[in-house]
């Protein structure tokens, strides 16, 4: 059992993290309405961020709300009417904001780099396009990644049995199984094709950059200084991206790849972790949108 300092931090850490990631949320999403009231469409970037901020919420109220419960009536996390959905839709909105990262990483190379490939310029001319409607098609799918959930995972509880004949079992602890065929299969598409999408369009973006830097050299003509820096920006937000999504990565495998019991404070930890990264995500896209950042310090 985790010491009741432990307990504390948790409380106060969830407290604090909650409350910021519903802020820098709730400004990416006020910076998308104030754009579509003032007649403007919102662009690729713009409604993947927005697409971004409103799974993240979700994400957070659905995290937030399993603490909860976890310390208040930890017995419900338990009971197969309340886990299974549970589950299921925590690992839809998880996997829904990987895939919307790497594609976002996927729309940050194909338009900055300037490949003369002929499946590179497909992808520019297509992929800017047919992307918005491209993002409910990835809903459905990070949902029936998670379907089988309703059969793969099984609880084990264990009851104190009652001292009398009047008095109830008294709930002890439950552990989770996961079935390890259905984990790494969800896992491998929900996080590690993501992951490699992001990694791909970071290296294609870097060498792309790196040889027009070298042009840039030996020529005085060239893109634009302002764009060459706004191209900068999308790559540190794509590194950025990448960096953090390894250790959300790491930690969503290693956490279903066990059996989490509700005594191991590894339990809470991780739940921690995955609380971090509806805050982490949206404090990468205010930072690497200097429009979003200006409105956010203005």
Avoid at 10 to 19: E, P, Q
Avoid at 68 to 97: D, G, Q, W
Wanted: glycine residues 4%.
């Amino acid at each position: 059992m985790m010491p009741l300092i432990g307990w504390i931090f948790a409380i106060t850490f969830g407290v604090l993290d909650s409350g910021t990631s519903l802020i820098l949320n709730m400004w990416i999403l006020v910076a998308g309405v104030q754009n579509l009231r003032t007649g403007q469409r919102l662009n690729p970037p713009e409604l993947i961020h927005f697409v971004i901020a409103v799974v993240n919420i979700a994400l957070q109220g659905l995290l937030v709300s399993h603490c909860l419960l976890f310390i208040c009536l930890p017995s419900l996390l338990f009971v197969k009417e309340f886990y299974v959905p549970a589950i299921m839709i925590t690992l839809t909105l998880m996997y829904l904001t990987y895939w919307l990262t790497a594609w976002l990483c996927v729309y940050y190379c194909v338009t900055i780099c300037n490949i003369n490939h002929p499946f590179f310029v497909w992808s520019r001319k297509n992929i800017p396009t047919y992307l918005p409607y491209l993002l409910p098609f990835l809903a459905v799918g990070c949902f029936l990644i998670s379907f089988p959930t309703i059969w793969t995972t099984s609880v084990t509880i264990t009851l104190q049995p009652p001292v009398n004949g009047t008095r109830d079992p008294i709930f002890i602890r439950g552990t989770f199984i996961f079935q390890p065929f259905y984990i790494q299969s969800a896992s491998f598409i929900g996080c590690c094709v993501p992951f490699l999408l992001i990694l791909v369009s970071i290296v294609t973006t870097v060498s792309s950059l790196s040889r027009h830097v070298c042009k840039m050299r030996h020529k005085d003509s060239g893109l634009p200084r302002s764009k060459d820096q706004a191209h900068i920006n999308a790559m540190r937000t794509m590194c950025r991206f990448l960096g953090f999504s390894i250790s959300f990565y790491i930690n969503e495998i290693s956490f279903f790849s066990k059996s989490p019991s509700s005594e191991d404070p590894y339990l809470v930890v991780s739940w921690l972790i995955f609380m971090l990264f509806p805050t982490a995500e949206p404090l990468i896209i205010i930072t690497g949108n200097p429009k979003l950042r200006k409105h956010f310090t203005g």
